[in-house]
């Protein structure tokens, strides 16, 4: 199986990357820079390494990376930096997102191409009306006003559920939310649920980064637990945290 992984040289991303070649795949990433890249990637022949801003890329060329590939996986995000949080693009994840579902479309492939997008477990999944709190209401309105890039994932998932819906022929998608992210160097056990069953304000949990990744690549890998939840929004935590 063949992925392309935006966002590859994040902290996620590189896990991600780490993940899908344990199972077994090929894998194309797209990085602005090969600085925070695992140098094992750069000598191996399942690593295809394009050095470009998503953004930046024409049609065309955006076209041609995700041709051929089965799954496109985002771990894209910002910086947190005054430039990543309030900076150009604002909409990175939400302009990569569709882009991406744009290309992949005009290639029109034989078959629905799997989209797994890193979301925030701070954004509800409005298909299923979760409930919320009041406070935590109160917060989410001010994070739309304060910080863009809260704005950015809840316009990203949203032109999933709304745009490709549940029945595109050509693209399905799963929106993973981490909770509270934490570093480990290895995979625990997880779980993972369809709605939050904390707050992510008042209440938060933890999951580490290469467990958010190892579930990743299993959707993308495993069609069972792709078929489990393909046009969904699962939470994931971190069972021993």
């Not at 991600?16 to 925070?36: A, D, H, M, P, Y």
């Not at 863009?148 to 595109?168: C, I, S, W």
Request: charged content about 20%; some cysteine; proline content about 4%.
């Amino acid at each position: 199986m063949k992925v392309l992984v935006v966002g590859a040289s994040g902290a996620t991303g590189r896990q991600l990357v780490n993940q899908l070649l344990i199972q077994g795949n090929e894998v194309k990433v797209i990085v602005r820079s090969t600085q925070n890249i695992s140098e094992s990637w750069k000598d191996n022949t399942k690593v295809q390494i394009i050095t470009a801003s998503v953004l930046e890329l024409s049609d065309e060329e955006m076209s041609n990376h995700v041709s051929g590939c089965d799954s496109v996986a985002s771990c894209l995000g910002h910086n947190l930096t005054w430039k990543g949080v309030y900076g150009q693009p604002r909409k990175l994840v939400t302009d990569a997102t569709r882009r991406l579902c744009k290309a992949i479309k005009s290639n029109k492939p034989n078959r629905p191409v799997k989209y797994v997008l890193m979301n925030t477990s701070g954004n509800s999944n409005r298909d299923l009306k979760e409930p919320i709190s009041f406070a935590q209401k109160c917060v989410i309105g001010l994070l739309r006003l304060l910080l863009p890039p809260h704005v950015d994932n809840e316009k990203a998932a949203d032109y999933l559920r709304t745009v490709m819906g549940q029945n595109d022929k050509h693209i399905e998608w799963v929106a993973v939310r981490p909770d509270g992210l934490i570093d480990k160097n290895e995979v625990t056990e997880y779980e993972i649920y369809p709605s939050p069953i904390r707050s992510a304000i008042f209440n938060a949990g933890k999951v580490s980064r290469i467990n958010v990744a190892h579930f990743m690549a299993s959707l993308i890998t495993d069609e069972s637990l792709w078929n489990t939840w393909k046009g969904q929004m699962p939470v994931i935590y971190s069972s021993s945290l």
